[in-house]
């Protein structure tokens, strides 16, 4: 079938162009660390590359759609609730440019089953979630993790503090075959070792996690 680009998308559905400009908007106006539009612009490529190597045809109104929306509530506040937040703003803003109640409940379900926690039941889902997956595998990875980090203003002990979400993604492993593929054999055991060695030589180095509390003797101050 081969990977279809978002030309050929938007002529048979102006109302995903429209969606591909407000979402581009709002992602470029936040301007986040991790979650803006280049991520989105990833999340694209994986998930038409993965569309184009399945033997049921997607719908792409659909699964573009969603990829646009699925961290898009990042843009209108904090992280913790932007899963709520972007189911909130596709149900608000999807209605006006000419999707139908049933387009949005699927988008809806593509958002929602983004979360490792929630079972993608249709195929436009399932290539979300693993788009979505891919950005946290392989040792490239590592790129993204500590740009999530910074968005979210973490310090170097907590970033490497729980690697059981990692650990967990790496037993549920992915949806479609062409994930599989393009992760590889190591799925997300490279990003695990690599996390757990960074861990492990903080242990070893107090300068990189000191702060000003250390320089003094705590009764000097």
């Not at 961290?71 to 999707?99: N, Q």
């Not at 999530?148 to 729980?162: F, I, T, W």
């Not at 000003?212 to 000097?220: A, N, T």
Request: hydrophobic letters at 35%; proline letters at 1%; charged letters at 40%.
């Amino acid at each position: 079938m081969g990977m279809r680009k978002l030309d050929s998308v938007f002529k048979e559905f102006p109302r995903v162009k429209e969606a591909f400009e407000y979402a581009k908007e709002k992602y470029l106006e936040a301007d986040l660390v991790q979650h803006n539009w280049d991520h989105i612009t990833g999340n694209l490529y994986r998930a038409l590359d993965i569309s184009g190597h399945t033997n049921e045809q997607a719908d792409h109104a659909v699964l573009v759609t969603a990829v646009l929306f699925h961290d898009i509530g990042v843009t209108e506040g904090k992280y913790s609730e932007h899963e709520e937040r972007s189911v909130k703003i596709a149900r608000r803003e999807l209605p006006d440019m000419g999707f139908s109640e049933e387009e949005i409940d699927e988008i809806v379900h593509c958002i929602d089953t983004t979360s490792e926690d929630t079972e993608s039941k249709t195929l436009e889902a399932e290539i979300n979630s693993d788009a979505d997956k891919l950005v946290k595998a392989g040792f490239a990875s590592v790129f993204n993790f500590f740009r999530v980090q910074a968005e979210l203003d973490k310090d170097l002990e907590n970033m490497v503090s729980d690697l059981s979400r990692y650990e967990k993604l790496e037993e549920q492993g992915f949806c479609t075959e062409r994930a599989r593929e393009i992760a590889g054999r190591d799925g997300f055991e490279k990003r695990i070792r690599f996390l757990e060695r960074f861990r492990d030589s903080l242990k070893s180095r107090p300068d990189f996690t000191a702060d000003e509390k250390d320089l003094f003797d705590g009764e000097s101050r």
